[in-house]
């Protein structure tokens, strides 16, 4: 079993920057790949970045890519989302997750995921 819990959501204007926190508990950090996904309201789960086991590869959405960096402290058990330029349409409930697999950004191949913190964008 992993625990995962979020933190550092928020409201934040168009053009600002947020860092998420996931803290995990439970079995051994460094044995599960790790990865953001974000929930948009009447919307399906979808993929933000990922990053494996050892934090060398990381994965992104398109969407994201040179806006929002993901990174992992195997010391602290956490993984990180740093978002800049945040816009409007990046408002959700973001979710930390875990993989026993190297990496994955299918949200299916995922076993243990947080409680969720919503991050809300103003225009």
């Known amino acids: 079993q992993v625990q995962l819990v979020e933190s550092g959501g928020g409201l934040v204007q168009a053009g600002g920057s947020l860092r998420l926190s996931c803290a995990a508990s439970g079995r051994i950090f460094s044995m599960f790949g790790m990865a953001w996904f974000r929930q948009a309201p009447e919307k399906e789960r979808e993929f933000v970045a990922a990053?494996?086991?050892?934090?060398?590869?990381?994965f992104y959405a398109d969407s994201m890519k040179g806006r929002f960096t993901i990174s992992r402290d195997t010391a602290k058990n956490t993984v990180y989302l740093q978002m800049n330029n945040l816009r409007p349409e990046d408002t959700a409930v973001y979710y930390c997750a875990a993989t026993s697999l190297l990496a994955a950004t299918n949200r299916h191949q995922y076993d243990y995921w947080g409680q969720g913190t919503q991050v809300t964008v103003s225009s």
């Open positions: 990053v494996s086991r050892t934090g060398g590869t990381t």
